[in-house]
């Protein structure tokens, strides 16, 4: 069964760093969008980052843009994203998505198809 593991999650200091990793089980999820999304308390779910797994550009949101890199490493079926100057407000729940490419579109803003269970970060001052 085709499944998206995340690890790597925990607890920093403010400028602190984690890096996070999502395996894929079950399936290969070549020629996908891949990505990063997050969820803090009370408020709705947003796209982190992101990437197509055959390709080289990564689409970031405005809030992490600089301090945040994601990769994908797929002769181990593994995402990551590293997460550095962590701030309190990075504090959230973190989700793995994927979802196959489309043709004639972007992985900037794709809708996830997979997701994982997520991972805690949280980011105390």
């Known amino acids: 069964q085709a499944s998206l593991m995340e690890s790597g999650g925990g607890s920093v200091q403010a400028g602190g760093s984690l890096r996070l990793s999502c395996v894929a089980s079950?399936?290969?999820?070549?020629?996908?969008?891949m990505g990063w999304f997050r969820q803090a308390p009370g408020k709705e779910r947003e796209g982190v980052a992101s990437l197509y797994t055959e390709g080289i550009r990564t689409y970031y949101a405005d809030s992490v843009k600089g301090r945040f890199i994601i990769s994908r490493d797929n002769a181990k079926n593994t995402l990551y994203l590293r997460m550095n100057d962590l701030k309190p407000e990075d504090t959230a729940i973190y989700f793995c998505?994927?979802?196959?490419?489309?043709?004639?579109?972007?992985?900037?803003?794709?809708?996830?198809?997979?997701w994982g269970q997520g991972t805690q970060v949280t980011v105390s001052s």
């Open positions: 998505a994927a979802a196959p490419f489309l043709p004639d579109s972007s992985c900037r803003a794709f809708h996830p198809r997979q």
């Open positions: 079950g399936y290969n999820p070549s020629n996908h969008c």
